[in-house]
Structure formats: structure tokens, C-alpha cells
């Protein structure tokens, strides 16, 4: 069984952005090390969304390619956060709301469409994964328009704005290959359960505990003063 190029690239991509992915959160945050593993998360993730939903698009699946534009989006305005210190919104802030808007409009509107349907989804996927895709992005955009109407963000709300980008991108993407592509996994660890809960589903819930218990810690002040040096 041949393997196209692009499936080969876009797993590659994936395998290093959880690995990195996963190094950037358990180190402290503006540590050497969460600086070298955060870029290489960036360049994998928005190497793996972009063919994900390359791939996803040439085979007409609508979610993937939803999804993977989300990723791209989550993962660049993430970076934008630490780069762009002390700059107003220009047009890159502008036209990645626009694309938040564009991705929960359409994700929330097929949701919408597949409840009604007699199926209750649309392609391969539920009514309510495309409602919950949908959802994440809209709140990104309010979010982003919210720091337009300030005019930026700074401090404990700029740590806050990349560290949960970055993590919700990560549970996508452990989402996308543990649960997604379970069928590569033997059958007892698809059937192995860790307090009623699937081995397989255990890293998209570790990602989202570190990611709560990071944005805990930049609510202290104190910690923040020891972790804003990384984004000056």
C-alpha cells in the first residue's frame, strides 16, 4: 500500500508539533527551552494544518478543512501575540478575524443544517462537532474583536491570549491523531481505559489541564513578573 507524499508530510508535521507541543507546556513558560519548542510547534502545526486540510479539501471533506484553517489561525495569532508587543491592531489582526468569522459562521451554520437533517450530520462527521468547531472560532473572533476595541493587548492578557491559542491547538491536533486516526493503534490499547476514560482520549484531557492550570498561573501576579520576559 503506497502512501501520498502529502499524507506522509502532513503526519511527519503532526508527530513533531505534539512532540514540541508537549515539551513548550511542561517547561516553564519563557524558559530557553518552551522558547526553542514553541517555534518549532509553530512552524510544524501550521505545516500539518495546511496540508491536513489540503488534503481534506482535494477529497471534498468539509470539517477537516475547517478545522485546519482554525489550527492555522489559533497557531498565527498565538505568534502575532508575542511578536507584535506593543503594536496597535493592524491588518493582519483584522483580516485573522475575518477568518474566525468566516470558520464559526460556516461551522455553526452546516452544524445547524446537519441537526436538521434526517441523518443528523453532514459527511463523515456529527451535527455537533461542527457546532463545537464552530463555536471555539467564534469565540476567538469576539475575542479578537474585543482586543481591536482596545486597541491591543498586554500584560497577564497577552500571556493568557497566546498560552490558550497555542494549547487549544495542540488538543486539536492530539485530538486529531489519538482519536482521529485510532484505527493505527492495536486493539487493546483502543479498548485500554484509564478510569472509564480511553488511553486514547487521555491526551487531548492532559493538554487541557495544563492548559487551565498555565492560564491559572498567569492570573498571579507575581509568577507574571517572572514570565514577561519572555515576551519583551
Not at 522558547?35 to 496540508?51: I, T, Y
Not at 462537532?129 to 467564534?138: D, E
Not at 492578557?157 to 486516526?181: E, T
Request: charged share 10%; hydrophobic share 55%; aromatic share 12%.
Amino acid at each position: 500500500m503506497t502512501t501520498s507524499p502529502i499524507l506522509t508530510f502532513h503526519v511527519i508535521a503532526g508527530a513533531i508539533g505534539l512532540l514540541s507541543g508537549a515539551t513548550a507546556l511542561v517547561f516553564r513558560k519563557g524558559s530557553r527551552p518552551h522558547r526553542v519548542a514553541g517555534n518549532v510547534f509553530f512552524v510544524s502545526m501550521l505545516c500539518m494544518a495546511a496540508s491536513g486540510a489540503y488534503r481534506a479539501y482535494s477529497q471534498s471533506s468539509v470539517l477537516p478543512v475547517l478545522v485546519g484553517i482554525l489550527t492555522s489561525y489559533l497557531v498565527a495569532t498565538a505568534w502575532a501575540t508575542v511578536k507584535r508587543n506593543g503594536l496597535k491592531p493592524g491588518f493582519f489582526e483584522y483580516g485573522a478575524l475575518l477568518v474566525a468569522l468566516a470558520v464559526g459562521g460556516s461551522g455553526i451554520t452546516i452544524g445547524i443544517e446537519a441537526l436538521n437533517g434526517e441523518t443528523g450530520s453532514m459527511g463523515d462527521f456529527i451535527a455537533k462537532q461542527y457546532l463545537f468547531f464552530g463555536s471555539v472560532a467564534l469565540v476567538a473572533a469576539t475575542l479578537d474583536l474585543r482586543m481591536i476595541f482596545r486597541g491591543g493587548v498586554s500584560g497577564a492578557q497577552r500571556i493568557a491570549r497566546h498560552l490558550w491559542r497555542m494549547s487549544f491547538a495542540l488538543y486539536i491536533a492530539a485530538s486529531s491523531f489519538f482519536l482521529g486516526q485510532a484505527q493505527v493503534f492495536p486493539d487493546a490499547v483502543r479498548e485500554a481505559q484509564v478510569f472509564s476514560v480511553s488511553v486514547l482520549a487521555l491526551p487531548k484531557y492532559v493538554v487541557l489541564v495544563l492548559m487551565i492550570f498555565w492560564l491559572s498561573r498567569t492570573l498571579v501576579p507575581n509568577w507574571y513578573k517572572k514570565a514577561k520576559i519572555y515576551f519583551e
